[in-house]
């Protein structure tokens, strides 16, 4: 699989090449958003106003209500739970690369109802009681109330944690002892892909069967699913690992990514990046040789940016003395000013009414054209959520 006489191919390069195909530079038009999200293999979701604001960064002109009306009207953007677990939005058309492509993560939940002592006969008649529910757009409650009804299941509160310290009671259902909450029962039909998220943010999130909602649905097995999501991944994020792929996608069996990585054969070209072997689709070897970027490429990436989250060592990104800056705990990851590939700074904004105030904090000294690719940058977030921008700056540390 390795070879002595792979090309060496500097970070410069790698950078230009992952811009581009993460449609930072150059932006996409406001009518590629689907292309956009796919070509990013995914935005992160978790809170749905980052995911618009990473959107934003990679679409010239975009205004909130279009990504709004991608998910709801033309359906041309979904909401699947893929990588690591987490809500993305993607492509409907590729929804069944993105869920059978993170099999791997069903076995976690399985695990979980076999520790707790809830085997397969008392868990999917409530998933597949979720399925008959799902067949038009419906909120958790609803479902809830659905399927309480459906099987006679009584429902109970629970307290519980609702992540970054956060403690709320909710409503689930009373199975063997357990309260299982709605939020995880949906949770699990999507990771399976029997449901999908196509809105909105909070508790309000609405779901439905993929085959009720996405336009000319096409459903893979999961060994097809698995071959394209690495194919997608090394579209994004090449030249890259399978261990790389594997921290990536959440705990992919590292076992098995090699094994599709082998199985790939000549589609892979081998290159080295600080001396270390990594690969690259060989239909994509010319574009990253020939890769460079007229810079400086200025952008504000916001919360959880899908672009800082596709590899395993983050060397190339951040420098050590800043990495906890950027990537903090909790699995928070901060908004970042990207510079050139590079994390340069982190920012932030508030909105008062119709005035934002972004505040940027260096790495170190910027440069006068970085400074004026961040007012650029801070302009475009103004008119994105509507207020006149103020930029300050803190010293740099």
Request: proline letters at 7%; aromatic letters at 8%.
């Amino acid at each position: 699989m390795r070879r002595q006489d792979a090309p060496e191919v500097p970070w410069p390069r790698v950078h230009a090449f992952r811009l581009r195909r993460h449609r930072l530079a150059p932006r996409a038009g406001r009518g590629d958003l689907a292309e956009v999200a796919g070509d990013a293999c995914g935005v992160q979701a978790q809170i749905l106003s980052a995911a618009r604001l990473a959107l934003r960064a990679r679409t010239r002109g975009l205004r909130p209500t279009d990504v709004d009306r991608a998910l709801l009207r033309n359906r041309t953007l979904v909401g699947v739970w893929c990588m690591r677990d987490t809500r993305h939005l993607v492509p409907s058309r590729d929804f069944a690369v993105f869920s059978r492509g993170v099999h791997h993560i069903v076995r976690r939940w399985t695990s979980w109802f076999d520790r707790h002592r809830l085997p397969p006969e008392a868990i999917e008649p409530i998933v597949d009681s979720i399925v008959r529910a799902l067949d038009r757009p419906r909120t958790r409650d609803e479902v809830l109330e659905l399927v309480s009804a459906d099987l006679g299941i009584p429902k109970r509160a629970k307290r519980m944690s609702r992540g970054w310290g956060n403690v709320a009671h909710t409503e689930g259902l009373a199975v063997r002892g357990h309260v299982l909450p709605m939020s995880g029962m949906m949770g699990y039909a999507c990771i399976r892909g029997l449901a999908c998220c196509v809105a909105n943010d909070g508790q309000d999130a609405t779901f439905v069967r993929p085959d009720a909602w996405i336009p000319d649905w096409r459903d893979l097995t999961i060994p097809e699913a698995e071959r394209e999501f690495v194919r997608r991944y090394l579209r994004s994020y090449g030249p890259a690992t399978p261990e790389d792929f594997a921290f990536w996608a959440g705990g992919f069996p590292l076992r098995s990514a090699r094994a599709i990585w082998a199985g790939m054969g000549d589609g892979l070209s081998e290159v080295r990046l600080d001396g270390r072997p990594a690969w690259v689709l060989r239909e994509d070897l010319p574009a990253l040789r020939a890769a460079k970027v007229d810079g400086p490429v200025v952008r504000l990436l916001p919360y959880f940016d899908t672009y800082l989250l596709g590899h395993r060592d983050r060397a190339h990104l951040v420098d050590a003395a800043h990495y906890r800056r950027v990537y903090r705990p909790a699995a928070w990851i901060a908004p970042v000013v990207l510079v050139d590939g590079r994390c340069a700074g982190v920012w932030s904004h508030k909105k008062a009414r119709d005035r934002i105030d972004v505040r940027v904090e260096p790495f170190s000294r910027m440069s006068r054209a970085v400074r004026e690719g961040i007012a650029a940058e801070a302009d475009d977030v103004g008119r994105f959520l509507g207020g006149a921008v103020n930029v300050q700056y803190a010293e740099p540390s």
